[in-house]
């Protein structure tokens, strides 16, 4: 069964650097079936694709947010992270990290992080 | 704002059958297959239909999807009330190449 759970800072303040893991287990990060990705819902929102990152390191991200977001991959601690930075009030949200399947859809998730931005 | 549309609320009472609409563009939708997830109150989504009319395993033959040109339906036969959810459409899309989401249509069982 696999597991993913995601870390994160909870609070912070604008103008600083977002950074979060996600730990993966019941599996190998190490497979062309999928990649591993970031999606995002602010309070009471809709879901946002942040990025996705393959097992290489090979990365796609939304073009909204391509110039503040960085995805990075250990597949031997079996964790992929996130960074985004210069955050603002607007980034205050519930990070889910998640499996994406090469049939493009997420079929298994984290439970969410939630990161608030305020001063 | 989402890139694809969706009523914000749907209802029902226990038996009946409820459709949920989602609607898109050529880029999306049109060209590409249609997902749906459910959200549980407090939970992550999870996948509900995957490429157009597809049900993961353990997701009952109540759910069933269909697709016609930019747009897409979710009905739900039979409701329950453990089908109180948000419910998301979701596609590839050709110019975001990625993932896009519906606004989500918040379904209550009366």
């Known amino acids: 069964q696999w597991l993913l759970q995601e870390s994160g800072p909870g609070l912070m303040k604008p103008s600083e650097t977002l950074s979060l893991t996600c730990s993966v287990s019941g599996g190998s990060l190490r497979s062309d079936s999928y990649y591993w990705g970031w999606v995002r819902q602010p309070p009471g929102k809709s879901l946002e694709w942040i990025a996705s990152?393959?097992?290489?390191?090979?990365?796609f991200y939304n073009p909204s947010l391509r110039n503040r977001v960085t995805l990075s991959i250990e597949t031997s601690r079996k964790q992929f992270s996130l960074r985004l930075g210069s955050v603002t009030a607007a980034d205050t949200a519930l990070y889910f990290c998640?499996?994406?399947?090469?049939?493009?859809?997420?079929?298994?998730w984290g439970q969410g992080s939630l990161v608030t931005i305020s001063s | 704002q989402s890139v694809l549309t969706q009523p914000p609320s749907a209802s029902g009472t226990p038996g009946q059958r409820v459709v949920i609409s989602c609607s898109g563009s050529n880029s999306n939708i049109g060209s590409n297959f249609i997902f749906w997830y459910q959200q549980l109150p407090g939970a992550a989504p999870k996948p509900l239909i995957q490429?157009?009319?597809r049900r993961p395993s353990g997701v009952p033959d109540r759910f069933s999807a269909s697709k016609s040109g930019t747009s897409t339906s979710l009905a739900i036969d039979g409701l329950r009330s453990e089908d109180e959810a948000d419910y998301y459409c979701?596609?590839?899309?050709?110019?975001?190449?990625?993932?896009?989401f519906g606004a989500g249509t918040k379904l209550t069982v009366l």
């Open positions: 490429m157009n009319n």
């Open positions: 979701a596609s590839w899309d050709d110019r975001v190449k990625g993932p896009v």
């Open positions: 990152i393959t097992y290489s390191g090979t990365t």
């Open positions: 998640a499996r994406y399947h090469v049939d493009f859809f997420f079929d298994y």
